[in-house]
């Protein structure tokens, strides 16, 4: 079902929020999005994608959308992922600047105000930076300092601590990010890649009101992987390096071992070191083969050409820009 497409002037605001599963928030969500909306006091819509829940989501927003139609609702096909659901969202808006922000109400609505305070005083991109992330666990904090740190040191672009996806982006912004065609999408570090002028706000990170995190371990771990392989080639030519060292070094033992021969003649022991040596050297292969794997896979991907997402159907929303 598509309904008569909106023809009303653009809103001044574009809220984004993906959702997946997260029926139990929305009453919470809409309430305190409308408050903080009606304190701005400018023109808005909610977009609300939804990536292929399984509870009533649906259902749930196109009952709020009866009574308010400021409230978009664009439904994918099928979960595509946070990352895509985003992109999907940008696609769709059509305010003078977009902000997007969680459906488990962890993002807090009120930091919208400031928000919008630092794009009046000129700020294309305003980045909500979370205080402190104690409701995590001891690990998840200590891998994701890691991955961050990492991602700083070989990546060409550099992501600031503790920032997600709550953010404010200017128009200029999402028509630069709605250009861009990759398949694989790592949103923080696409921001950041894009530039213009930036600022940070902190908030705190509430606790998630319904629900449980979408985000296990394996899921955090392939986005670490996406993030690293679309920003950086330094993986795949770091094997370069390691290839040559371990070579050289073979070479070494190699001369080494020859010469005691002659010296001290043949001892039959070794067998250990061989074993060793040759189980190293198997591993130190199978992840150099990982790693130009994850590659040709993102090129295969980025080759196949297919949409990025498949929209089952789009309540109210004005525009929806080319996929590319
Ligand atoms: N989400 C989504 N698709 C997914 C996973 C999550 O649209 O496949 C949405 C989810 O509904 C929520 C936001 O992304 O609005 C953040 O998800 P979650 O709270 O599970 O992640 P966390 O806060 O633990 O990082
Ligand atoms: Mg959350």
């Not at 439904?75 to 696609?91: D, I, P, Q, V």
């Not at 969680?102 to 991109?125: C, F, N, S, V």
């Amino acid at each position: 079902m598509i309904e008569k497409t909106d023809i009303s002037a653009p809103p001044v605001l574009s809220l984004v929020v993906p959702m997946f599963n997260e029926a139990g928030n929305l009453d919470t969500l809409f309430a305190r999005l409308t408050q903080v909306m009606a304190d701005l006091g400018e023109s808005y819509e909610i977009v609300c994608i939804d990536d292929g829940s399984k509870d009533d989501t649906v259902a749930r927003v196109l009952e709020h959308r009866q009574r308010d139609p400021r409230i978009k609702v664009v439904e994918l096909s099928r979960n595509f992922g946070k990352e895509l659901a985003l992109t999907a969202g940008l696609h769709h808006t059509s305010g003078q600047a977009v902000v997007m922000i969680d459906a488990d109400l962890q993002h807090p609505p009120e930091t919208i105000k400031e928000m919008m305070a630092k794009w009046r005083d000129g700020y294309e991109m305003v980045i909500a930076v979370r205080r402190d992330r104690e409701q995590e666990t001891a690990f998840k904090r200590l891998a994701s300092k890691a991955f961050y740190e990492m991602f700083g040191r070989v990546s060409e672009v550099q992501l600031p601590p503790g920032a997600g996806d709550f953010r404010l982006l200017d128009r200029k912004v999402v028509d630069v990010l709605n250009a861009m065609p990759e398949h694989a999408r790592f949103m923080k570090g696409l921001y950041a890649w894009v530039g213009f002028k930036q600022t940070i706000i902190p908030f705190d990170v509430a606790d998630r009101a319904h629900g449980e995190t979408k985000f296990n371990l394996f899921r955090l771990w392939r986005l670490a992987i996406d993030g690293i392989t679309s920003f950086t080639s330094v993986p795949l030519k770091v094997w370069t390096f390691i290839g040559s060292l371990v070579a050289s070094f073979a070479l070494l033992y190699g001369l080494l071992f020859i010469v005691k021969t002659l010296i001290l003649g043949i001892d039959v022991p070794g067998y250990p070191s061989l074993i060793v040596a040759i189980t190293f050297f198997s591993g130190v292969q199978l992840i150099s083969l990982g790693v130009i794997g994850e590659y040709l896979g993102r090129v295969f991907s980025e080759v196949k050409n297919r949409p990025l997402y498949v929209v089952r159907s789009a309540h109210g929303c004005r525009r929806e820009v080319d996929k590319g």
